[in-house]
């Protein structure tokens, strides 16, 4: 943490270009995420559970974690802090499959907990995920070193918006309280989770074409995503 946070903080978001349009390559999306703890951690759990990753042009998703195979796809044709960003939240739902943490909708374990535990179990991995994922790109942003310029055009991933504005408030008002950056940055922080948390499991109309939209979900909210999930490996077992 250092005064780059209070200047950019002094300054509106402008329309800025960008750095690190779209993604051509692993290589590319790596070297972004070495900028920041969160990007280095989900490499480390790359590395430490053999994840392999798949990187494909043109798919209908973003990112996506499987468990039984044990790898991560990653649409390439998005800019590369996107796919970035994605991938630290993948990474999450890997380490939690790998330690046993997110056990299979078939599994006994799951089985035990009951579909209504077991779904708020994975919608709680969501949310995880997501700030993580968010962590790193307000990183990218605010950091010591500003590798993005938040623009309308570098706005993604869908929910990046409201969970930064919701940082920035927070920061500010904290800021005024008593100028100290990293208690500031830790209330910024507490408060784009809790929109995360609104966002995805949150009943009211602020955020009910974001909660339709986040991780591609087809239209559905994480929690529906999940109740299907469960009632359809169920019924082919």
């Known amino acids: 943490m250092n005064n780059t946070w209070t ?3 002094t300054i509106s ?11 051509t390559s692993w290589a590319d999306v790596e070297a972004q995420l070495r900028h920041t703890d969160f990007g280095q951690e989900a490499l480390q759990i790359k590395a430490r559970y053999g994840v392999d990753v798949d990187p494909v042009h043109g798919s209908a ?6 468990p039984k195979t044990n790898h991560c796809e990653l649409n390439m044709s998005k800019p590369t802090y996107e796919v970035a960003t994605y991938f630290v939240h993948e990474m999450y739902h890997a ?3 790998r330690t046993g943490k997110s056990p299979n909708a078939t ?11 077991w779904v708020k179990m994975m919608v709680e991995e969501e949310i995880e995920g997501t700030y993580r994922g968010f962590q790193h790109k307000i990183a990218l942003e605010f950091g010591k070193k500003t590798i993005l310029v938040p623009t309308p055009q570098a706005d993604a991933p869908v929910g990046m918006t409201p969970f930064r504005k919701s940082y920035l408030y927070a920061y500010v008002q904290s800021m005024k309280s008593d100028r100290d950056m990293a208690k500031a940055h830790r209330a910024g922080l507490k408060k784009g989770r809790d929109t995360i948390v609104e966002m995805i499991t949150g009943g009211s109309e602020r955020f009910q074409f974001t909660r339709t939209r986040l991780g591609g979900t087809g239209g559905v909210s994480y929690t529906l995503k999940y109740r299907h999930e469960w009632d359809l490996d169920n019924k082919k077992r």
Do not use: C, N, P
């Open 7 to 9: 200047s950019i903080l």
């Open 13 to 23: 978001l402008a329309f800025t270009a960008v750095k690190g349009a779209h993604a």
């Open 61 to 66: 998703q973003a990112a996506a974690y499987y």
């Open 95 to 97: 380490l939690q499959a």
């Open 107 to 117: 599994t006994d374990e799951a089985r035990a907990m009951g579909k209504d535990a």
